[in-house]
């Protein structure tokens, strides 16, 4: 199964409780959990960063790290995190390059909240420094959430080559990294539903789910 990007992008703009245009990590985490886990719930920014440790200062330029967006993430959606497809990695000196980083997104054909260079975006606004975007694997390319742009707008495509360059500009050791979400398949373990369902109806609700993709592709 594919992700799910009906929704549009949750924008640092204007999302519920947002007290200042810092918020580029939590909605971008949250496009992530939507587009892989739509039953789960939306939180809104005071409530994701008081779970990060990191409440908000309207008066600071005081985002969220990688860091406390993994701990933010853990601590709302714990039977998501527990998935093993869940996982986060660092932009380290001499560790995996911006390509590796798209490869391994495409690879796993899921979503993923990634740190770039705004400017390094092929369509990009006046900001130009250091972000975070919800990226998702689309066949042999990407789809993008930005959330600087107007809410529930359509994802945007972008290149292995050009996400490549935009995360390869980004600094090594200072935090930055992408976060990987489990797959479609995997987080759907987790539904209410499907935790409760007999192992034969389980196996019936995929292969049900699985001949609706394919008869509108």
């Not at 993994?70 to 714990?78: E, N």
Request: proline fraction near 7%; charged fraction near 15%.
């Amino acid at each position: 199964m594919k992700p799910n990007l009906s929704f549009g992008v949750i924008t640092e703009l204007s999302w519920r409780g947002v007290g200042d245009i810092d918020e580029c990590a939590p909605t971008s985490d949250l496009m992530c959990v939507h587009a892989v886990a739509g039953w789960e719930t939306l939180y809104d920014i005071p409530h994701y960063r008081a779970a990060a440790g990191n409440p908000d200062d309207p008066t600071q330029g005081d985002g969220l790290t990688n860091a406390q967006s993994v701990k933010a993430l853990r601590t709302l959606y714990p039977k998501l995190t527990a998935l093993p497809g869940f996982a986060y990695t660092e932009y380290t000196t001499g560790g995996p390059t911006g390509s590796d980083f798209a490869g391994a997104i495409l690879k796993r054909q899921s979503v993923a909240s990634v740190s770039v260079i705004a400017g390094k975006l092929p369509v990009h606004g006046t900001f130009t420094g250091q972000h975070r975007i919800a990226v998702a694997a689309n066949g042999t390319s990407f789809l993008y959430g930005d959330p600087l742009k107007a809410p529930y707008s359509e994802w945007r495509t972008i290149s292995v080559a050009a996400l490549a360059i935009a995360i390869e500009a980004y600094p090594k050791n200072v935090g930055g990294g992408v976060i990987f979400l489990p797959t479609v398949d995997e987080a759907f373990t987790t539904h209410p539903l499907y935790a409760t369902a007999a192992p034969e109806a389980r196996a019936k609700g995929i292969a049900d789910a699985a001949a609706a993709a394919a008869a509108v592709k």
